[in-house]
Structure formats: structure tokens, C-alpha cells
């Protein structure tokens, strides 16, 4: 515990935290990086709070959708 705020929480704030700042990019490929590592945050976060189904599930969906724009999107440029 840090700050009397748990682990837990932390990571919470952090994935809250790199979702904010990836919606501030004008860069759509930093964009979505930025929100990668928020959607896996979240996962983290999901699992953390003993399993919580839909934190993980749509952050994970979230995360599959950009890997998809950030790969097979650009190689059929």
C-alpha cells in the first residue's frame, strides 16, 4: 500500500490513466498504442479484482482491435 491505496487500485488508475492520455494523441498509430497499454492495464485490473468478466472481456476485445489496425491495416498499405 502505497499512499493507503492498494495495489489494486493503482493499477486501475494507471490503465484510467493511459486511456486519458491516448485520447489526446493526434497520431492514430500512437493513439492506439497508448490505448494497448490501457486495454492491458484494465485486463490486469479485471483479474485483480478477483475476476471481473466484463472489465476484462471488453478490455481485451479492445486490445484485439488495435493490434488488428496497428498490423494487418498497415501491411495492406
Do not use: C, D, H, Q
Not at 21 to 28: A, D, E, R, T, V
Not at 30 to 39: E, K, Y
Request: glycine share 4%.
Amino acid at each position: 500500500m502505497f499512499l493507503n491505496i492498494s495495489i489494486t487500485e493503482w493499477v486501475g488508475y494507471l490503465a484510467s490513466l493511459a486511456l486519458i492520455i491516448s485520447f489526446m494523441m493526434k497520431n492514430l498509430n500512437t493513439l492506439r498504442i497508448i490505448n494497448s497499454i490501457g486495454a492491458v492495464l484494465f485486463v490486469v485490473y479485471g483479474v485483480m479484482l478477483a475476476i471481473s468478466w466484463p472489465i476484462i472481456i471488453t478490455n481485451a476485445f479492445i486490445l484485439l482491435a488495435n493490434i488488428y489496425y496497428l498490423t494487418f491495416k498497415r501491411i495492406k498499405k
